[in-house]
């Protein structure tokens, strides 16, 4: 098992608890994310999971050029920091290039590196050197064993820790499917975090757009605690079909209760196993 990396004093990853990152794909308002971060708040308060919100400022990486991409930088920005202010949570952000990471780190706790971009050096040593926790998503692309290459690209440039998250591999065209033997294998590297909303697309799938199929959110979150995982990455909104982005693998809000309750039980039930 790797070192645990604490983003707050009260949040660490890797230290035994499960560490939920949640939140609408993009900043869409303020309205949203207000709304979202409402009732994820006193949900993890409620069942003892540490909470950090997640929502991307931008997002560079969509299907088409026509594609909603952001509300702007420092609205977006703006929008992330009042949930912090307001909620006390921490956050957690995309950022897409060098150029990017400055301003990101002025509100986000963590810095995301998408996973198309998980071997981009110059970004990963730009984030590593925010002195911000990175969490780098492994590409769809990549076998686990070699994110090994990623974390050393982000030790170079400083970091107060990096994760690792898992997001489903491409099989064919239009598809992902996950591998459990990465959770297992990067785990031994870093703290382990399991998307299980990105791991669901179906990749340019939607005719310009990212498809996914929703019904796998819960079934692929349930079977990543049972192997074994530090955190949970789900991306959820009160109303997929009208988001601005990947709606289609959006958990809907209202069921977020009911897939952290059954999370917990079995991470529990596998930790209990383990010790036996």
């Not at 299907?63 to 930088?73: E, L, P, V």
């Not at 998503?137 to 690209?153: I, N, R, S, V």
Request: proline share 6%; charged share 20%.
């Amino acid at each position: 098992m790797s070192a645990p990396v604490a983003i707050t004093p009260d949040v660490v990853v890797g230290d035994g608890r499960l560490v939920l990152f949640a939140g609408p794909c993009v900043v869409e308002s303020r309205e949203l994310l207000l709304e979202v971060a409402g009732e994820l708040v006193p949900l993890c308060a409620d069942l003892g999971v540490p909470l950090v919100f997640k929502s991307s400022f931008d997002k560079a990486n969509r299907t088409a050029a026509s594609s909603f991409r952001s509300i702007g930088q420092d609205a977006a920005l703006a929008a992330l920091a009042e949930v912090k202010e307001t909620h006390g949570v921490p956050i957690v952000t995309d950022v897409h290039s060098p150029e990017q990471v400055a301003a990101a780190a002025e509100v986000a706790d963590v810095l995301q590196i998408p996973a198309f971009l998980c071997r981009q050096t110059d970004l990963l040593v730009a984030a590593g050197a925010s002195g911000r926790v990175v969490n780098v998503k492994k590409g769809q692309f990549m076998a686990p064993e070699d994110m090994a290459f990623a974390l050393g690209k982000v030790a170079t440039g400083g970091s107060g820790g990096t994760l690792l998250t898992e997001r489903g591999t491409t099989f064919g065209y239009h598809d992902l499917v996950v591998d459990f033997r990465s959770l297992v294998v990067m785990r031994r590297l870093a703290p382990v975090v399991f998307d299980a909303t990105h791991s669901v697309q179906s990749p340019g799938g939607a005719g310009g757009a990212s498809g996914g199929a929703r019904e796998y959110i819960a079934p692929l979150a349930r079977a990543a605690m049972a192997v074994g995982v530090d955190g949970l990455f789900v991306e959820t909104h009160p109303r997929p079909a009208e988001a601005l982005s990947d709606g289609a693998s959006m958990l809907p809000l209202a069921e977020m209760p009911e897939l952290l309750r059954s999370c917990l039980a079995i991470g529990s039930a596998a930790a209990a196993t383990a010790r036996a």
